[in-house]
């Protein structure tokens, strides 16, 4: 693709160009400093041009320079880019790939020759700043993707065209459930009241389920003063994911970017033994962190967000069973709804990091043995736990194979000891606790937009915000659907009641375009016989029945989570 460019606007600067790991195609972009603005078809022109050049079959070639040799060439040439990316890499000699007169520095390998390239498609193109940092220059970045046939990647083009009628942006905006406005702030979400609902039914079951399952509920404010996050380490190991401090009375505060601190000093308010262990406090806690304008992304990449947050506060001895029934309550959170695909990932110490490498390997070895116990299969990921310790992290796949990161279950020596946390043991002796941090849906925001996703706007019957619509034929009939109202009202059920004067048909169009899951259909017949014309969405016209017939198909679908 950069060959083709180069061709057909000389002069152009490549920046960087790498294979993008997906859940289902071989995924590609490459970010260019040209002053020609991209327009769609020049992404036609540049495919055709890539075509020309697969036809050729031209061999890829590899060679190797020394890399302070290439840094001097690369400067001469003026790319600027290629030569910033060598003086980083620490070999002493780089790797090029050249097909007939073109060459780019590639770590590789590659492909054999340019036959093999057999059905690609140039998908769009973005700005990019370069580094991803807003402070340098913005460039024009090409997706694309490549199959090795034609039947692929027309099979993947029409997943991209789900995945587009699946948006949660759109969604969100058609379904009126939330917005993000400029006048507000980037990232910064405003709930309306359709899609507020169903966020309250998700918390109304999340605090059911915690209060089952010997949960407690606490609440922490908003900010706390910046010492507080100086000794958990934040203000060393997360600084550039928080705000810039604020200063009331001469003291500064930081707007909380986790609600951890909070749950230990609720712990230190006053002495505990090792008889009232372990503590298991839940809260739905917001929380802000600073997030680059160019990754914010709908409700998926957030500057505030409400965390479904837990931390367990145990004995040595209790850690074990703790987290096998962290791990079982998490799956019957995700399979309730309807996710039964998972990747899990055990994340281990990452290069920063706070504590002793007897605590992190403590850690992580009783994270494998929950996972083991629990017949878990899961994969290591090197690298990637917390600075205060490793995790758990399980990637949810909805319905189109995407994959989404929800929930983390992590083990925290380090954070004990910061606080200089105590019980009182068996034998009056003061110990210090494990502490359990989890997240079972991740975020609200970012949750709230995978359901959306998942179920296509289509939200189960016990989620819709409003479960089924009366729809009167004529205006005769609208006395009528008042008392249909009030009569699934009084069995539990978010109904509305459609009272505009159109015809029957632009008021089905209108409750399936609104994703309504039942309609219930009322004329002169169903007023006769006291009954309702049921109608399902996307599947049309179930038939006449009794109201009470209909109160219980209903409910027997809510009590299934259907």
Not at 415 to 423: C, D, V, W
């Amino acid at each position: 693709m950069a060959s083709a460019v180069l061709k057909m606007f000389p002069g152009t600067k490549l920046a960087i160009g790498p294979a993008v790991p997906d859940d289902f195609s071989s995924r590609f972009y490459y970010d260019l400093d040209m002053n020609h603005k991209l327009s769609d078809e020049d992404l036609v022109a540049i495919e055709k041009k890539m075509r020309e050049l697969a036809a050729q079959n031209l061999p890829f070639e590899r060679a190797r320079e020394n890399r302070l040799k290439a840094i001097s060439r690369f400067k001469e040439e003026g790319d600027i880019y290629k030569a910033e990316m060598a003086s980083e890499m620490e070999d002493e000699n780089i790797s090029f790939y050249r097909h007939d007169d073109f060459m780019d520095m590639c770590r590789g390998p590659h492909i054999p020759s340019t036959g093999h390239i057999k059905a690609v498609k140039l998908l769009s193109v973005a700005g990019a700043y370069w580094r991803g940092d807003e402070n340098n220059k913005m460039l024009q970045r090409i997706y694309g993707v490549s199959f090795p046939d034609k039947k692929m990647l027309d099979e993947h083009l029409l997943k991209i065209e789900e995945a587009k009628r699946r948006d949660h942006r759109y969604l969100g905006r058609d379904l009126d459930l939330f917005s993000i406005s400029e006048s507000v702030g980037s990232g910064l979400v405003l709930w309306h009241p359709r899609g507020a609902l169903v966020r309250t039914i998700i918390e109304d079951f999340w605090r059911e389920e915690h209060l089952k399952n010997e949960y407690d509920i606490v609440y922490s404010p908003h900010i706390a003063k910046l010492d507080l996050w100086d000794r958990s380490g934040h203000t060393s190991f997360y600084a550039e994911n928080m705000y810039s401090p604020m200063a009331i009375e001469e003291v500064d505060y930081e707007i909380k970017p986790m609600n951890c601190p909070f749950h230990i000093y609720i712990y230190k308010s006053k002495t505990r033994s090792y008889r009232d262990l372990p503590f298991r406090w839940a809260e739905l806690g917001t929380v802000y962190r600073y997030e680059r304008s160019g990754v914010l992304h709908g409700l998926m990449r957030v500057r505030g967000f409400t965390q479904d947050d837990a931390h367990i506060f145990c004995r040595p001895d209790q850690l074990q069973p703790e987290l096998e029934r962290t791990i079982k309550f998490n799956l019957f959170f995700l399979r309730t709804f309807k996710f039964y695909n998972f990747d899990v990932y055990l994340s281990t110490r990452p290069e920063k990091y706070v504590g002793t490498i007897e605590g992190w390997d403590r850690a992580t070895e009783a994270l494998r043995n929950a996972l083991i116990a629990t017949g878990t299969e899961y994969e290591v990921d090197p690298g990637e736990g917390v600075f205060y310790g490793p995790k758990i992290d399980i990637k949810i796949k909805d319905n189109l194979g995407r994959s989404w990161q929800c929930t983390t279950i992590q083990v925290d020596f380090n954070l004990p000891e910061r606080f200089e946390m105590e019980y009182v043991s068996d034998d009056g002796s003061r110990r210090q606790p494990i502490m359990i941090h989890r997240a079972l849906l991740g975020s609200m925001e970012r949750f709230f937009g995978v359901l959306i996703e998942h179920y296509a706007g289509n939200f189960p019957l016990w989620l819709a915000p409003e479960q089924i619509r009366i729809l009167p034929v004529t205006d005769f009939a609208n006395q009528y659907g008042g008392k249909l109202v009030d009569i699934f009202e009084k069995e539990g059920f978010r109904v509305g009641l459609d009272l505009s004067g159109e015809k029957i048909g632009k008021k089905i169009r209108d409750a399936e375009s609104m994703k309504i899951p039942y309609m219930a259909i009322i004329g002169k017949k169903e007023i006769e016989d006291g009954t309702i014309s049921l109608r399902k969405h996307t599947m049309g016209d179930i038939g006449e029945m009794s109201v009470d017939d209909a109160i219980k198909r209903l409910k027997e679908e809510v009590e299934n989570k259907n």
